[in-house]
Nanobody
Framework: VQLVESGGGLVQTGGSLRLSCAAS????????VGWFRQAPGKEREFVAA????????YYADSVKGRFTIARGNAVNTVSLQMSSLEPEDTAVYYC????????????????????WGQGTQVTVSS
């Protein structure tokens, strides 16, 4: 599965951005999806996860209530809606996918995922 992220950019504190992850040539029907981020000098960290069914989601405490992961309007996309952005949210954001036999499971570890996108930069200015 090839994943392509889009929607990153520069935004002021308190602003919003919507990231999109598109799967090339297939849908996400058989895949659980996650978003991760990596700031300079830091390890890649979990942000949000969505089950294969799309019915269950899970968030890192740092983004809970501000970010929303969901299936996109197109069957081969997953979005991450980010609001009330803070400078601490500045990072490269990565989409990841895992082929899953369990429709209700989500995954939070980087090693759980089989496929990764190239990342999209999000910069929040103070």
């Amino acid at each position: 599965v090839q994943l392509v992220e889009s929607g990153g950019g520069l935004v002021q504190t308190g602003g919003s951005l919507r990231l999109s992850c598109a799967a090339s040539g297939r849908t996400f029907d058989n895949y659980a999806v996650g978003w991760f981020r990596q700031a300079p000098g830091k390890e890649r960290e979990f942000v949000a996860a969505l089950s294969r069914s799309g019915g269950r989601s899970y968030y890192a405490d740092s983004v809970k209530g501000r970010f929303t992961i969901a299936r996109g309007n197109a069957v081969n996309t997953v979005s991450l809606q980010m609001s009330s952005l803070e400078p601490e949210d500045t990072a490269v954001y990565y989409c990841a996918a895992k082929r899953s036999s369990y429709s209700a499971s989500y995954y939070v570890g980087t090693s759980d995922y089989d496929y990764w996108g190239q990342g999209t930069q999000v910069t929040v200015s103070s």
